[in-house]
């Protein structure tokens, strides 16, 4: 079935640096790519997502890359601030069958 | 972005009992609603997909005997958990899409612990 694998499961960095998470998708009919933050008992957050049709997208410190060919998709975070802890999760789904599947999750930890 | 919201935040029931969970987009019509159950630390795994009007599409391995859904109207879904039992607690999230949209936006979810 389909799958979407994201790696690391844990991240740690210092305030200031960069942090990215990478997902892998299984689906080759794949179309969208969102991603969530979610805080402790919140619901997930959309921060950023990405279609088929474009290869990178940026907002603010935040930017996403896809590499359709390859099935890949990553998210950067760019000068980390300590509200940025959370634990993230990619999804992929198909518009035309709606089914999305998200990824095990990072939790990451910024550093002050 | 869209409003969904969902009700009660936080249940607590005896084993046994059933509990009703209701997800509703408040500025929205939602022709596809999805229910997703969180474990601690885990990733939200989708139980079942409900489109307005017609029964639910469960995810393997999920009872459909057990969890109920009904979604009867396009601004309202809503979940029961029949006879629960202690493993049934968990955290259930609901979400909720416009037709022809990509993107779907998250209830608060509901923590439920059956005692």
Not at chain 1, 17 to 25: E, F, P, Q
Not at chain 2, 39 to 55: D, R, V
Request: net charge positive.
């Amino acid at each position: 079935g389909e799958n979407v694998e994201q790696h690391p499961s844990t991240l740690s960095v210092q305030e200031g640096d960069s942090a990215v998470i990478k997902c892998t998708y299984s689906d080759s009919a794949s179309n969208y790519f969102p991603w969530y933050k979610q805080e402790l008992g919140k619901r997930p957050q959309l921060i950023i997502d990405i279609r088929s049709n474009v290869g990178e997208k940026k907002d603010q410190r935040i930017a996403v890359t896809l590499n359709k060919t390859a099935k890949h998709f990553s998210l950067h975070i760019t000068e980390t601030q300590p509200e940025d802890s959370a634990v993230y999760f990619c999804a992929a789904s198909n518009t035309g069958g709606f089914k999305t599947i998200f990824g095990a999750g990072t939790r990451l930890f910024v550093k002050a | 972005g869209a409003v969904v919201s969902q009700h009660p935040s936080r249940v607590i029931c005896k084993s046994g009992t059933s509990v009703k969970i209701e997800c509703r987009s408040l500025d929205f019509q939602a022709t596809t609603m999805f229910w997703y159950r969180q474990f601690p630390k885990k990733s939200l795994m989708l139980m079942a997909t409900s489109n307005e009007g017609s029964k639910a599409t469960y995810e393997q391995g999920v009872e459909k005997d057990k969890f109920l859904i009904n979604h009867a109207s396009l601004t309202l879904s809503t979940l029961t958990v029949t006879s629960a039992h202690p493993e049934d607690s968990s955290f259930y999230i609901c979400s909720a899409r416009d037709s022809g949209l990509a993107e779907q936006f998250f209830g608060p979810g509901t923590r439920l612990t059956v005692l």
